[in-house]
């Protein structure tokens, strides 16, 4: 497993943009695919993107467009590039590390403490 940490949240307007990243401790990061999830409050955490060991990607449909993820294997990070921010519900994003490549939140096994967003109309 490795360690993770986000930063970047924040409020933001609709229609601005934000960046998130995700910085990981340990050897293996490479080995990982690395997602974002989100959670608002009341509702399961959902998938947003991910991003696997040869650069491949997806994204939820929500967000396919609008927001792109990236990693940095040399540096341990992976961040996610958020634009077109819509007013929705708050919410906590997620970052997670996983040996598998799909958008179950079950196939992570490291996750990072999270960090809020909140997009104002």
């Known amino acids: 497993q490795v360690q993770l940490v986000e930063s970047g949240g924040g409020l933001v307007q609709a229609g601005g943009s934000l960046r998130l990243s995700c910085a990981a401790s340990?050897?293996?990061?490479?080995?990982?695919?690395m997602g974002w999830f989100r959670q608002a409050p009341g509702k399961e955490r959902e998938f947003v993107a991910i991003?696997?060991?040869?650069?491949?990607?997806d994204y939820a449909a929500s967000v396919k467009g609008r927001f792109t993820i990236s990693r940095d294997n040399a540096k341990n990070t992976v961040s996610l590039q958020m634009n077109s921010l819509q007013p929705e519900a708050p919410a906590v994003y997620y970052c997670?590390?996983?040996?598998?490549?799909?958008?179950?939140?079950?196939?992570?096994?490291?996750w990072g403490q999270g960090t809020q967003v909140t997009v104002s109309s």
């Open positions: 991003i696997r060991t040869g650069g491949s990607t």
């Open positions: 997670a590390a996983g040996p598998v490549s799909g958008s179950s939140p079950s196939g992570y096994n490291s």
């Open positions: 340990g050897r293996t990061f490479s080995r990982y695919t």
